[in-house]
């Protein structure tokens, strides 16, 4: 039997989860980029977590293909730490802060080649160089659909838009959600907003008036808000 304090949440949930469902059922015939750059890493545990680090700060189609010339050149941890720092920073130009991550992925790698197992917890993936809470969450749910949400700035900004969060931090965020979400919906909520935010809920001029939500949002006629 629900407590009046469940009893009261249910509604809220039930209408998140559909209004969550409705979004990715309204952006997939524009296909976000980060539909096609998610099913596109998706072959190993190792692809989604150096892809996942690529992507941080930059848009998936660049990610995509510096992944694609990346695991062309050097599929393996075994392999890619045979690769000089310039040439793994060659093969992911011009991905954001690419000779940071050049050099954080030979660490990755070297890591990769010590340890027994894969790293599949949140605190073994946070333990890695470059690797912070929103993209450890992120390679939980691609490369083992654990229940997580990865809060990045999609996720962020239409989270509060939709007034679904409130938090000023990502992890204020991302606890917030998971409050709102049932743990099974959990893993869909990155992909789903990520794509909302790529198409329609932009950072900047919002195509509010083409939006689904445009009657129900709470945030709606927001198109000149550069920070909502």
Partial sequence: MRSSLTAKKFPAEIHAVRTLNAIKKFIMPMAPPVFAMEKSIRATPFRILISVLLSSRTQDPVTEKAAARLFEAAATPEIMVRLSLAQVSR??????????????????????????????????????????R??????????????????????????????????????????ELMERFPRRFWTQVNQTLVGFGQTICRPVNPKCTECLLKKTCPSSEVTKLRNA
């Avoid at 990769?112 to 599949?120: H, I, N, T």
């Avoid at 450890?136 to 949400?149: D, E, R």
Wanted: hydrophobic residues 50%.
């Fill in 91 to 132: 093969l992911i130009y011009p991905v954001g802060f690419y000779r940071t991550k050049a050099r954080n992925i030979l660490a990755i790698c070297r890591t990769l080649q010590q340890d027994a197992k894969f790293p599949s917890t949140l605190e073994e993936l946070l333990a890695l160089p470059g690797i912070g």
């Fill in 134 to 175: 929103k993209s450890a969450n992120l390679v939980l749910a691609l490369a083992f659909s654990h229940p997580a949400i990865a809060v990045d700035t999609h996720v962020f900004r239409i989270a509060r838009r939709l007034h679904w969060a409130g938090g000023r931090t990502a992890a204020a965020v991302e606890r």
